[in-house]
């Protein structure tokens, strides 16, 4: 089984461009979620899907947009990025624990 | 304050020494993860408790409802135990994440 496979692993954006980080996850959980880490700080909360066509906000959703057409994929889409959205990002499901994919390392400059 | 509190944040050790690791919270939880983050990144689920005591090898995790504390230890430490070591806890909403303890085990 791949888990939670993420991409890309690596991305430098300019200010003001746009991007989508993929996730996509075989385990046929229904539970999703996007996380951003940054430096010395705990892991927060971006949006998450506790089904296809179910999405809600996290705890820091400004920024960033969400979609759940399949169980499988729970893609998060930066508009306008800025550098204050530089973190390191981190997709998730759940059944009863939780598979982390391997993160997505994002620069805004 | 933050609803969950680790510590310590930096831990050195020996290889062989028991490692303890501190996870205190403040909000009603229904279960509650310890995680692993190696240096490369990725992160590993290694427990996830709702009571008493759970062990994977040398690893074991003990959570006190009560007293909103776990605790992970780490029994004969070895240089590969080196990574990011995170508690999280799931209560009202969604899971909230400690900003970890980094263990660093030498030989």
């Known amino acids: 089984n791949a888990g939670v496979t993420q991409t890309p692993k690596f991305r430098i954006l300019k200010i003001g461009q746009s991007m989508t980080l993929q996730c996509t996850q075989d385990m046929n959980h229904n539970y999703m979620y996007w996380y951003r880490q940054d430096p010395g700080m705990g892991l927060k909360l971006i949006y998450y899907s506790v089904g296809a066509g179910i999405t809600d906000k996290g705890e820091v959703p400004n920024g960033y947009n969400v979609s759940r057409s399949t169980t499988e994929d729970f893609p998060l889409r930066l508009e306008l990025a800025a550098p204050s959205q530089t973190s390191v990002y981190f997709c998730?499901?759940?059944?009863?624990?939780?598979?982390f994919g391997s993160g997505t390392r994002l620069t805004v400059v | 304050k933050n609803e969950v509190e680790q510590s310590p944040q930096n831990l050195t050790a020996q290889e062989g020494e028991f490692i303890t690791i501190n996870c205190s919270y403040s909000v009603g939880i229904s279960a509650l993860h310890w995680l692993q983050q190696h240096p490369g990144g990725g992160i590993v689920s290694l427990f996830m408790?709702?009571?008493g005591k759970k062990k994977h090898g040398r690893l074991i995790a003990t959570i006190n409802i009560q007293e909103k504390h776990s605790s992970l230890h780490i029994t004969a430490s070895h240089p590969r135990d080196s990574a990011v070591y995170i508690c999280?806890?799931?209560?009202?909403?969604?899971?909230?994440f400690g900003a970890g303890t980094r263990l660093t085990v030498k030989p």
């Open positions: 999280a806890v799931r209560g009202p909403g969604d899971m909230r």
């Open positions: 408790l709702s009571s």
């Open positions: 998730a499901s759940s059944y009863y624990g939780y598979t």
